[in-house]
């Protein structure tokens, strides 16, 4: 659920294996040390997903109601689907094809919610619109006195869910729209089609690669949450995953039930290629006014800009309202600080937990991309692929995954003699955190530093080699320095992913091990909201960070693509 | 082994041997099957002190060959021998750090985050920090760049930033320093300046070098030596002046600079075709064969010839290059040849001209698509491995 605002976002999920020409003669001739890392590194990370592919655990008891899980799954998964490409492709049209007041700001501001995960916005969402909430009080006091609506439902999820994910879509199509060959969008103009005939009809079939993506991306962050939909009391396979681990330790079923999230991952994958087909709707820029944005005045531009901002308030404007009002309300009164000791020992797991895996993830993305610049073969740089991979991953799978492996050493162990093993498996572990973290966050670490890589000229490598600098002194004096800015991008990235990620760590840590998320979390489930309102606002804060990057990064992406033109 | 260039005296070791080299590479499109060969069983020896150019069309294995002796790929066979070391062969591979090669390259590479002088000692790693900072200053003095030490390489211009490139490659005294297309990223105003420095350069310090270009001007005027290359085999491997004027196959006759070739034939020592007696041919007495000559367009004579009843050779079309103009004429046969004549001269098209061959030239004759000194040269050969290297007495 934790939404991972990554630059990965304006990339197709699943990789692609394109043998680039130019890479190759770019490519030296290779370091056996250094390859072989890459591929024990792509082992290291696909082995959590490969063991619950593979594990059969003794005779696995489904749980009574899975048929209901998948129904269940499937439901959320096409609202979710439904609901973000509306808001997404609607508020993508709105600010591509016209201008209306605010237009500029609010292209952005749209992106905001990423930043506000949706464990944070579903109880927001249920605390004020609920039939204990104010506006549904307001309502009976005002209009009728029986009134109730239940929200904490499969569509009051679906609503939640979309309002924070949409941002994906969006992103995706505005893109898509923005890059759309001018003189297309003129040819279909000049055969008589009205402005909404040549969206649907043009633009539109021709975005769907990207809306593909888009969509995929939207669908991963559903399968890979079971927070939030626990205030809804929406149970998918992904819940049924943990909590059959949690409440009964039947590893053998909480096995059996990851592969079953993974083949929805696989499905969603496989749904993306199938969505993007054969068409690679690369068009040639062409010469051409193409979408000249139509100014929207009066009440029409009004409407426009109020229909941005219904957006961003929903989803992040009036629950950061709501929670600042409770954390004052609560500093006002004489409860326990929230701020307090419980706050302050979980901050810092926190940040030990994400400065750990924000250090573990960028030093491998280093050496990865250090490896590749040596020099790699077609499986060296498929291997580099695969690392990336764990993002697709649902946590659900990547934590049981970490689990079944802890169990393989404490076997292992077991069996060369010391007894119980580790003993880690039924307590957790941070270790078993960090290494689940380390796959999850791999991904968006190697391609912030690969894109600083991909910036530095291959003659420069090659000229430090001839002056008789080797691997480790290429690394150090040239390389290291010179990718720096990816470094530092990085390390914020998946530092504050870490923070932010609910799900790997509810299933991993050890008894009395709790992090913000986690302390979030509980405190929301117990409806505390006023010791819980000061914590999720730090989330959020910290979470605008690498929104702000993201934001940065298009912005740049936009400015070349204007230079262009 | 290619004999060595005839200017330089028995060399002890050369710098630099290339021996039977071959590599090729998977094709890149999936449609095609098979390998792309960039080079094929490449023989050269480089001396010491000497600057040699390679020289080919786009794709003809120019740049591979630079990256197999400086270790940035592997030969598929053959050995590399850099000052008689044995870098790259059967079952060695010395990588490019440990190799004594130095590059310099079209983009000039410098380290932006070091400055020039810490650029400069990147490759004296080795060295005492005393000694390191005399050799720095040593080379920057020798490219006039010692007043920039301090800079970054954002700061320099473009030949500044060529100058320090040299300089950082000059440093640890490389046995042979390798240049990629070292002007093309210059202002065509700078080139010839900064290619003459540049030259001077690796000339006072004795350096071994082989550049790679793409210019045929650039190519007969800088270096020692220039071996021309196509499909990844070498075609000529000679002094500029040979490559021009006795070039070995068709290919280096039209590559390096223009020609024209006209069916001809030698009988009773005397060489004739379309236009005539061309000159004799001393030594070929016994012979009566047909080949072609190569004409080069400042070899043709042309004069107006307005009387002219029945059919003859006419001009075509004009080309004015301002010094020089160039005349193409369709010969009778249907044949075109060029011609350079003064910027005063200008023959009308259209207009009927007699053709002759410049007196005193001794054209290159070419029998299929290779060079032929004599007549003990047409005996078909049967080695095909001296195919490419093939070099005159």
Redesign the interface.
Known sequence: MTQSVTPSVTQPLAPTFE?A?RA?RAA??G?PGWSALVVVVALLTAAPVVTVLLGREGSPAWPGNLGAMVVTTLLLMAGVGVGTLVLGCGLAWLVTAHTFPLRDVMVWLLVLPLAMPAYILGFVFLSTFDASGPVQGWVRTTFAAGFQLDLSTLTGCAIVMSLTLYPYVYLLARAAFAEQAPTTYDAARSLGAGRLRAFFRVLLPLARPSLAAGLALVMMEVLTDFATIQYFGVQTVSYGVYITWKSSYQFASAVQLASLVMLFAFAVIAGERLLRGRARFTQRGGRGAGLTQSPLTGWRGVLAMLACLAAVSAAVLVPVLRLSWWAWDHARGDGPPALGEGFTQALTNSAVVAVLAALLCVVLAVLIGHALRLGAGRLVRSAAQLTTFGYAVPGAVIGIGVLLLLQHVDDLLEWVGVPGGTGLLVTGSVPAILAAYGVRFLGPAFQAVDASYAKL?P??T?????????PL?LLG??HG??VRPGIAVALVLVAIDAVKELPLVLMLRPIGFDTVSVWVHQLASENLWGLVAAPALVIVGLAVVPVGILIRQVRAADLREGGRR | MTTPAPSTPAPSTPALVLDAVSKS?PS?GSGRRGDVTAARSLELAVAPGEIVTLIGPSGCGKSTALRLI?????PDAGRILIAGDEVAGPDR?R?????R???V???H?????LSVARNVA??L??LPRRERAARVSEVLELVRLRHLAGRYPHELSGGEQQRV?LA??L??R?AVVLL?EPFSSLDESLRAQVRAQLVGVLRETGTTAVFVTHDQTEALSTGDRVVVMRDGAIEQADTPQRVFEQPATRFVASFMGDADFLRAHVHNALLTCEVGVVSTVPGWGDADVDVDVVLRPHEVALAADPGRAEPGPEVVAVDYHGAFVLHTVRLVSGQQLRSWQPHAVRHPVGSPVAVTVVPGIRPTLLVGDRAVAGPEDLTPRTDSAGYGTMSRP
């Open positions: 043998p020409v190759r030296l001739r370091r000229s003659s420069v090659q000229s430090a080699m001839s002056l008789g600098a080797g002194r004096r040239v320095p010179l | 590479y890149a400086a270790g940035l790929d592997r591979f990588q490019p750090e440990r190799r090669v130095g590059l390259f079209q983009d590479a410098l380290f932006p985050h990147f490759g790693q080795r490139a950082r490659a440093a640890p490389p990629d």
